[in-house]
């Protein structure tokens, strides 16, 4: 039998592991970041990892966070990240997909996640990935109820080589719907003129592999997009400054294009 309550995973003088900047905005977008941090429990030592491979791609998504940041504070726009790693639980994967607490990552193996019981992987599920979803949901609600027009973007990035396969996009944008968004940040990406622009490239989301935009966007029947910047572009703060300042420049053109259109208020 399974105790009631599993033990606890995080200690009580470890950070949230939900980050929120511009709480109070009033930006039609909101923002999200799955893997903005790579974050592990002090129960849960490195994961059997070295700190090198806590600083891969495997870990986390690389260069994303100083872009979210950045363009929170560009935009106004509220920020909800998450602080811990993805090798510890994928706040963007469903938790019956095997990437959800994954025993191998690429071609690296996670000693740490093997053989754990229900009640680690319900601390995991519980104390991470439940207080992350829960505070989108809830904020989405609000904005429900206030009837106010709610962008979703879901900001990633992805390594430039993956399985020894090279990935030649620049940016892509990743959805299943969007209602309405995808085709737009497509067109205006690919006005920047110097860029190989992905169409639901390096990866195509879906119900299976995917969790926020499938249940906080469609599910919901938002307009929303995933964008995903090459890891390359924005390892360094000189990139993700440019980026960060790109796709300002980008969600305003589109926030003034669905106003004008009567899909967003002001």
Known sequence: MHSPVSPLLLDTDEVSPVREDNAESTSPFLLTCDHYGRR???????????????????????????????????????????????????????????????????????????????????????????????????????CAEKKHPTILISLHSFTPLYAGVARPWHVGTLYQNGNGLPPLLLKLLRAEGHFLVGDNEPYAVNDATDYTIPVHGERRGLINSGIEIRQDLIAEEAGQIEWAERLARILHEIEGRLLAQGMVKR
């Open 40 to 142: 592990i429990p002090e129960r849960l030592g490195r994961l059997g990892l070295t700190e090198s491979d806590l600083e891969r791609h495997i870990a986390w998504d690389v260069g994303i966070a100083g872009v979210a940041r950045r363009l929170a504070e560009a935009t106004g726009a509220h920020l909800i990240a998450q602080r811990y790693s993805r090798l510890v639980i994928d706040c963007n994967r469903p938790f019956e997909s095997p990437g959800s607490i994954p025993l191998i990552s690429e071609a690296t193996h996670i000693p740490g996640n093997d053989g754990l019981n229900f009640d680690e992987i319900t601390a995991r599920r519980r104390e991470i990935f439940t207080p992350y979803h829960a505070r989108i949901a809830q904020v989405l609600d609000r």
